[in-house]
């Protein structure tokens, strides 16, 4: 026999031997169950790890909210599989009814649920806290900053993430350009993200932008419903006109379900509130500014 193959039958012995001692010391039985062991040991080591999801939860006012603003669009088409996905916005909510209602306690409620990797809340108010608002306007000085930082503050205290958003723009035009009432209010919500430390999603500086290059005009086909020919002629002339009243509603005869879905929402013709179109590009915009603002879900965002 050559050098080589003498080699390979000692090495073959000698890995032998631990195995031959161990049935030897223990017996047949337990050397058996000793290696039954082992090998579900290596079975259970070789199982994935446990998918942990993150959640995004969306809070705001209506230009968030399902049916009239960009977060069911964002929900539905600009988050991947990995991330779940909660739209808690409500309509007509400024920073403190939202609260009052309780709102804010739903939204930390499901913030704190256990088995996801991360949680993030996207905060977005404004519209709503401006004056004329009774039960729910704010004054811009002190109670609306301090409003956000207590949001920030009891977000970040169970654990989760918070990022600011600016309002989303209105889209009226006086002489041909932009009236953006709502800078003041986002300027106090960039103010508050400096403060805090809270990423920023500053949606008011990017829609006012892109709703100005498109003038009155382009912009109309971001609303709930097509406007009247008389709101189109003064567009062209470069104003906008105050928002048309829904049309009527189909009244249900005795005995006859109501036409249309069992819930009812007004579909209006105005410059704050989106429809299918307004919402996807403005969803786009917030996936694209979230993606710089926490470069941790940059991934798990679609365009």
């Known amino acids: 026999m050559s050098s080589t193959g003498l080699a390979r039958r000692r090495r073959s012995s000698l890995m032998a031997r631990p195995l031959l001692i161990t049935a030897l010391l223990l017996g047949p039985q337990a050397a058996f169950a000793q290696a039954a062991a082992a090998g579900e040991a290596a079975v259970e080591s070789a199982e994935p790890a446990r998918a942990k999801p993150s959640k995004i939860v969306l809070v705001g006012d209506s230009t968030t909210a399902v ?106 035009f006086v002489g041909g350009r932009l009236d953006n009432s709502l800078e003041p209010w986002a300027q106090a919500i960039r103010d508050v993200a400096r403060e805090t430390g809270a990423p920023l999603i500053d949606l008011n500086r990017a829609s006012a932008e892109a709703v100005a290059k498109l003038g009155p005009v382009e912009s109309m086909r971001f609303a709930q419903r097509a406007p009247s020919e008389a709101a189109v002629a003064v567009a062209r002339s470069g104003d906008t006109i105050a928002s048309e009243p829904p049309p009527k509603a189909t009244v249900a005869s005795p005995g006859r379900p109501a036409d249309g879905p069992q819930g009812r929402v007004s579909i209006v013709y105005d410059h704050t509130h989106l429809g299918p179109e307004g919402a996807d590009y403005f969803s786009a915009m917030v996936s694209d500014l979230l993606a710089r603002a926490v470069p941790e879900l940059r991934r798990s965002l679609l365009p």
């Not at 599989?81 to 739903?106: D, F, H, P, V």
């Not at 207590?150 to 209105?170: D, W």
């Open 67 to 172: 049916s009239s603003g960009w977060g069911p669009s964002f929900c539905g088409r600009r988050v991947m599989a990995q991330i779940s996905c909660l739209n808690l916005a409500r309509g007509g909510r400024s920073t403190s009814s939202y609260r009052k209602e309780g709102y804010w306690q739903l939204a930390l409620n499901e913030l704190a649920t256990q088995g996801y990797g991360r949680a993030y809340v996207l905060i977005q108010f404004g519209h709503n806290d401006q004056p004329g608002k009774p039960g729910r306007s704010t004054d811009l000085a002190t109670e609306f900053p301090a409003n956000l930082r207590r949001y920030v503050e009891e977000a970040r205290a169970i654990g989760a993430a918070p990022v600011l958003v600016t309002p989303l723009t209105r889209r009226q």
